[in-house]
């Protein structure tokens, strides 16, 4: 069973976070949000456990 890595994993992080940024740049809300649900999709995808993502939601939740 695999388990939520919630220590920093990204090299390069804060250039990462600046694409983040930069897709939504000249977007509307609504185009904002739509990226924001594909991206999510993407990644549930590429993660492909459900109890990883079980444990990503409660986490994000509080």
Do not use: F, P
């Amino acid at each position: 069973m695999a388990k939520l890595n919630t220590t920093r994993n990204v090299a390069g992080a804060d250039d990462v976070y600046q694409m983040l940024i930069d897709a939504h740049e000249g977007l509307s809300k609504a185009e904002s949000d739509a990226l924001n649900a594909r991206l999510i999709l993407t990644l549930i995808n590429h993660i492909g456990d459900g109890e990883v993502i079980a444990e990503a939601l409660a986490l994000a939740k509080g």
